[in-house]
Every structure is written in C-alpha cells, then in structure tokens.
C-alpha cells in the first residue's frame, strides 16, 4: 500500500515538474508548456486549456519551468519602464482629418475640410471620453456663409468606443459622437460610425460622419427688402469622410 501511495506521489510530482508558468505583472499565472521565449522581447505558452497566448516582455514578471514555485511579490523600481499601450484605462489622443459636403436640395451647397485634436481618458474597450478642438475651412465659403472669414473653429466634447473587444481583433468596428459648437458659426452635432485599424491603444480610424451645423447662411428662396439673398439662421447638414490615428 505504503508503495503504492509512493508511485502516485511520484506520478503527481513528475506531472507537476514538466508545466511552465508564465507570471504577469497583473499577478495572473498561466499554467502550460512554452512554446517560443525570446529575451526581452516576447514569451508563447499554451495553457493547460489548449490556448495559446503571447505576452510582451514588460508584460511579464517571471518565467518558471518545473513544479509551480512560489514567487515573492516584487514591488516595481520608481524608473522602471512602463509600457502604457497594454493598459486598459489611461489618457488617449487622436488627430483626425475629414472633408465632406454640404446636402442642401434647393439652395447653393458648400464644402468644407478639417483638421481636429482629440484627447481624453479611456475608460475600456467600449467608451472614451474626451475634448476636441479644430480648425476648419470652408470651401465656396461665400455663396452661402454670411461671413466674410472663410475659417471656423469646432471646439467639442466627444465620446467614442468600440463595439466589440480589440484585443485580439486587428479590425473593429467603431462609434463616435462630438456636440459642442464652432466659432464663427454655432452649435454643432457630430455622430460617426467606422472602423479602427491595428492595436487596442494604437490604429488608424477611417469613418462616415454626418455633421450638423447652425449658422447663418443665405436663403435664395427668400429674398430681402433690396431684392438680395436673405439672411437667416440654418442647421446645415454635411456628409463627410473621416480618417485619423489614434493612440
């Protein structure tokens, strides 16, 4: 008996001795066998599940091979390098580049181009809060702007996220909304749908908003006392094309 208990000891030992483990920062523990190390640079280790994973170096603590050791709680050097794109929450910037066109069906249309700066904190995956400012130009301002500047100035809070998980996806599907207003003009209101391109915390943008902007404009249909184009407040509506990066 005492003999038997001895071989399954043994049997149970040898078992444990031949798993690896991957320790990570995060104080998870992935239990398996690894299957490609690079120093420095990178660890694969297929879990006992049969799922393979892959960490970055400043992702993991500690590589052990043999029977699971207990590794002491290692607080991180005040210098020691951080790499902020495996986060799940922190600060995110985005510069973004759009044109479109106006889509009056009766009066004169106008075209406009846009350069904007977002930045915010990220709260995960599905919702970013920030603040954006612009500057943009509006082509054949004067046809139906009622202002001799052909600039205005977007300032806007934004909220956007992702409509399904990153991580492992190069591709998703995006939404953003900016409301807010633009110097020169009025208040604005901008929704986006698109997609993001490359990392969770790095990706080109690419996306089709509808832009709604008050102003002033020219009214063809109504003419004032001089017989001229009148002057009223309009809520235009733009289609436009929107590529960025964000990281």
Not at 31 to 45: A, D, L, P, Q, Y
Not at 55 to 76: L, T
Request: proline share 3%; glycine share 10%.
């Amino acid at each position: 008996m005492a003999a038997l208990l001895l071989s399954c000891s043994a049997a149970i030992f040898a078992q444990e001795s031949d798993f690896d483990y991957v320790y990570l920062n995060n104080g998870s523990v992935i239990k398996g066998f690894i299957e490609n190390e690079v120093e420095n640079v990178s660890v694969t280790i297929r879990s006992v599940n049969g799922e393979i994973y892959t960490y970055k170096a400043v992702e993991v603590r500690k590589v052990a091979h043999g029977k699971d050791p207990k590794v002491p709680a290692v607080s991180k050097k005040a210098d020691s390098y951080s790499d902020y794109t495996t986060y799940t929450r922190g600060f995110w910037f985005a510069v973004e580049l759009q044109g479109g066109y106006s889509a009056r069906l009766v009066n004169k249309n106008i075209g406009m181009a846009e350069l904007d700066v977002v930045g915010g904190y990220r709260f995960n995956d599905y919702l970013k809060l920030g603040i954006g400012i612009g500057a943009r130009y509006y082509i054949n301002s004067k046809d139906v702007r009622d202002q001799d500047v052909q600039w205005g100035f977007p300032i806007y809070a934004n909220v956007r996220g992702n409509f399904m998980p990153s991580q492992y996806r190069t591709v998703v599907p995006y939404y953003s909304f900016d409301l807010g207003g633009s110097i020169r003009d009025g208040v604005m209101v901008r929704p986006t749908i698109g997609i993001r391109i490359g990392e969770p915390r790095q990706a080109f943008l690419v996306g089709l908003s509808y832009l709604g902007q008050a102003m002033k404009a020219y009214d063809h249909g109504k003419p004032d006392k001089d017989g001229k184009d009148g002057k009223t407040d309009k809520f235009l509506s733009f289609v436009t094309l929107k590529i960025g990066y964000e990281f």
